[in-house]
């Protein structure tokens, strides 16, 4: 199983809005609804920021939204603040009853 | 409060084994499925493999990476999750998290490390 792409790095200044993306295939994102998204501070252990594609778990700020069309998948954070620069990864549920994960992409807020 | 607490890292040879454990509280911890997710120092999240709860007969998956060489247990009784791990390479040396499964990952430890090295 691949690990999903995402972009090494994405930039942003502070208010602004980003896109992560996230590109799988039939058998894993676009099969299924069942795509999550995670922040990753250094050190730290990763934080779930939306589930099931769209859906944000409760204490999640309403900047993360989440979606996918076909076989890829997105985050968007809008109003960037600096407290969001962190590593982010999404995850899909696999046709193997498997998970697999995104390579991860570095949030540089500028 | 949910908390997950791993233990049992450390150094160990190639070829040797080691198992890791989660402590679990906060919740009731037969209901759900658990997994174990790795990441490698510097890289990213790796899915390792999971256990389901008891209604669904506590069966497990594994990534393809680790299959024949980790298996995961739990003990309802003990609130607690297992990472037996066998054959152990040196690409398998990683932080090591517990995580509940809802959705996606909705509760993860603060991991331990796992460092295979002569």
């Known amino acids: 199983q691949s690990a999903l792409t995402q972009p090494a790095s994405v930039s942003g200044s502070p208010g602004q809005s980003i896109t992560i993306s996230c590109t799988g295939t039939s058998s894993d994102v676009g099969g299924y609804n069942y795509v999550s998204w995670y922040q990753q501070h250094p050190g730290k252990a990763p934080k779930l920021m939306i589930y099931d594609v769209s859906n944000r778990p409760s204490g999640v700020s309403n900047r993360f939204s989440g979606s996918k069309s076909g076989n890829t998948a997105s985050l968007t954070i809008s109003g960037l603040q600096a407290e969001d620069e962190a590593d982010y990864y999404c995850s899909s549920y696999t046709s193997s009853s498997a998970v697999v994960f995104g390579g991860g992409t570095k949030l540089t807020v500028l | 409060e949910v908390q997950l607490v791993e233990s049992g890292g450390g150094l160990v040879q190639p070829g040797g084994s080691l198992r890791l454990s989660c402590a679990a509280s906060?919740?009731?911890?037969?209901?759900?499925?658990m997994d174990w997710v790795r990441q490698a120092p510097g890289k990213g999240l790796e899915w390792v493999g999971r256990t389901r709860n008891k209604a669904n007969s506590y069966t497990t998956e594994y990534a393809a990476s680790v299959k024949g060489r980790f298996t995961i247990s739990r003990d309802d009784s003990k609130n607690s999750l297992y990472l037996q791990m066998n054959s152990l390479k040196t690409e398998d040396t990683a932080v090591y998290y517990c995580?509940?499964?809802?959705?996606?990952?909705?509760?993860w430890g603060q991991g331990t490390l796992v460092t295979v090295s002569s």
């Open positions: 995580a509940r499964e809802v959705g996606g990952f909705d509760y």
């Open positions: 906060g919740f009731t911890f037969s209901d759900h499925y």
